[in-house]
């Protein structure tokens, strides 16, 4: 075989490949008419068409046939295992009840912890398996998914082994978080410190000994909690060695990304209320925005998050579905890609970057994901695209191709 291909195992010729790759000085990183070669699940050569003798190959060949690849989307921040649905409040807010008003009623969150807790393992992976495939058969390849319905030892514990359970039996990358911080739970509405004592001195270690999380996430807000509490949970989390994520700034200003970027966060998510000093403290630390439309779209925000000012600080901005059943029952990261162009003004290269390589650096996971560079996972989407901002123009026909996970091809 010629040493050319690297010892590749399968090849995409004639491809417009968008890399994402900032190293690759043109948008989206294009390299236009150029081969691809994956080996082991790895990509192990990208070449253009005119430097390729094909003849000796002896792997498989497939013709992309000028169409796109890009890297296999990300979705960062999901809720995908919950139990049940909250369509009566989403009737609620339309006759002029505020979340924060259902959530002091009862509501919200809390609602959905009942319905969680009143579930099994198998019945919580059931209820969640079509909403990852939906994820999946719209090109993604890599997903976060994080607890916070259960909000005792023993729920929390379930939803992340449940999580680890349905990610083995689909092509999908996962990412797990630990979100026991979600909301204060019934049992402890009159001591929120005692819980969040539970959370950092057992809940956070034990997570960490079993390899059940990947990172730890807080719901900084006035309903939720304080800034001094978040920050209990971000030092137990980095004295367990486990990645710090935040729910911050989403209903009002918290400086709770001020705070977490202090703790060298990941990401800071939501983020309609964030200040100047909050953007320079991230851009510091190097955290990540995670922007999520579909919230600010489904509860009929109006405060938008300071996109300009991240891109002036030149703040990475990911893009994510924020799926769950009561701000953001959204199973569709394409459509979060059109959102964050039409509400928040991101243009479709800085949607597309939002949900592949930052989408990839909110999880800690740049160096294996999110970009299509020799070394990285050979998670990949072939679409029948003309442009790739058709992805983030054109919302509900069926663009893909090819789905790519680990140099296999799952959908087609």
């Known amino acids: 075989m010629n040493s050319a291909f690297g010892g590749s195992e399968k090849i995409w010729i004639n491809a417009q490949i968008a890399t994402m790759n900032p190293q690759v000085k043109t948008p989206y990183g294009l390299l ?16 253009p068409m005119q430097d390729l003798d094909i003849n000796d190959f002896q792997g498989e060949i497939i013709d992309a ?10 979705d960062s921040h999901t809720h995908l295992i919950y139990g049940g649905q ?7 807010r339309l006759h002029g009840a505020t979340y924060e008003e259902i959530s002091r009623a009862g509501g ?3 609602s959905t912890v009942n319905a969680t807790r009143a ?3 198998d019945e919580l992976a059931e209820q969640a398996r079509p909403r990852l495939e939906a994820l999946i058969h719209e090109g993604v390849t890599t997903v976060e998914i994080k607890s916070g319905y259960g909000l005792t030892f023993e729920d929390e514990l379930k939803i992340l082994r449940t999580a680890k359970k349905l990610a083995a039996d689909f092509p999908i990358r996962l990412r797990t978080t630990l979100l026991a911080a979600h909301a204060v739970p019934p049992e402890y509405i009159n001591d929120s410190d005692r819980y969040i004592e539970l959370v950092c001195k057992e809940m956070i270690p034990l997570v960490a000994t079993e390899g059940l999380a990947d990172a730890v996430d807080v719901f900084c807000e006035k309903i939720a909690f304080s800034p001094a509490q978040s920050e209990l949970v971000f030092a137990a989390a980095q004295k367990a060695g486990l990645g710090i994520k935040v729910h911050a700034e989403q209903l009002s200003n918290s ?4 705070l977490a970027a202090g703790y060298s966060a990941w990401s800071v998510d939501h983020l309609e209320y964030l200040d100047e000093a909050g953007i320079k403290a991230m851009k510091k630390s190097g955290t990540v925005a995670t922007l999520l439309p579909g919230a600010f779209y489904f509860l009929g925000e109006t405060k938008k998050p300071p996109v300009e000012l991240l891109r002036q600080y030149q703040v990475p901005m990911a893009l994510a579905s924020d799926l769950n ?6 199973a569709s990261l394409l459509l979060m890609l059109n959102m964050g162009c039409v509400l928040f003004g991101l243009t479709p ?7 592949t390589r930052h989408g990839a650096m909110a999880l800690g996971s740049e160096k294996q994901i999110g970009t299509l560079s020799v070394g990285r996972n050979a998670d990949m989407v072939l679409w029948n695209i003309e442009d790739p901002a058709q992805l983030a123009y054109q919302f509900g026909t069926d663009l893909l191709v090819q789905r790519i996970f680990a140099g296999d091809i799952s959908h087609a």
């Open 32 to 47: 236009k008419d150029h081969a691809l070669g994956v080996k082991n699940g790895t990509i192990a050569l990208i070449t």
């Open 65 to 74: 046939q000028q169409q796109y690849l890009t890297p296999g989307l990300v």
């Open 86 to 92: 909250r369509s009566a409040e989403f009737s609620k």
């Open 108 to 110: 919200g969150i809390l």
């Open 119 to 121: 579930l099994g393992e």
């Open 255 to 258: 400086h709770g990304a001020e």
């Open 325 to 330: 059943p009561g701000s953001s029952p959204l």
């Open 349 to 355: 290269e800085e949607a597309l970057q939002g949900a």
